[in-house]
């Protein structure tokens, strides 16, 4: 490889940096947390995932509408979708999740595979201080009041086990 061809991959690297918004790189920063801690390898397979705003931004993939991941339970089977939000704040002492769009298609994909929201917050997606997994047909709205969101609070940093994600 020439220094040109290096040159040009720093290149693409430092622009995709620089060009992906501060709130995509939030939501990937938490999206990565939750593969490797939350719903790891260990337990569970990755069946889809989301393709980073730099490859929607040249090709824009349309699975990209689903939820963030897909996922198979590697005790049970089940395959299930997550939706994976970083919030850092509330809103009228709710979250806001989703708009009104996605709540439709996720409910329109929830009636053939079950859906889970996972909402993390803090001030660090990589590091949240609180972590909730909801499942869909709990989470009617685009906003949620924050103590539906509590009665499905999760350890951070700990692996949702099969019991803890069919049983809620």
């Known amino acids: 490889m020439g220094l040109l061809s290096i040159l040009e991959k720093i290149t693409d690297v430092v622009l995709d940096d620089v060009l992906t918004p501060e709130s995509f790189k939030k939501g990937q920063a938490f999206e990565d947390y939750v593969e490797k801690y939350i719903f790891p390898k260990s337990h569970y397979d990755v069946l889809e995932k989301t393709h980073s705003y730099q490859t929607n931004s040249k090709s824009y993939v349309e699975s990209s509408l689903n939820p963030d ?5 590697r ?10 939000k970083f919030r850092s704040q509330t809103y009228n002492n709710k979250l806001v999740w989703c708009n009104e769009k ?3 298609r996720y409910q329109a994909i929830d009636k053939k595979t079950p859906v889970f929201v996972i909402l993390g917050e803090g ?8 972590i909730s ?10 906003g949620l009041f924050l103590w539906l969101v509590d009665q499905f609070e999760i350890e951070p940093e700990k692996p949702v086990t099969s019991k803890t994600l069919w049983n809620r």
């Not at 997994?133 to 685009?142: E, F, G, R, S």
């Open 133 to 142: 997994l909801i499942p869909l047909h709990k989470a009617k709205y685009t």
């Open 123 to 130: 001030n660090k997606p990589k590091d949240p201080e609180y």
């Open 102 to 104: 996605q709540l439709l």
């Open 69 to 73: 991941f897909k996922f198979r339970d």
């Open 75 to 84: 005790y049970t089977k089940k395959e299930f979708y997550v939706e994976a």
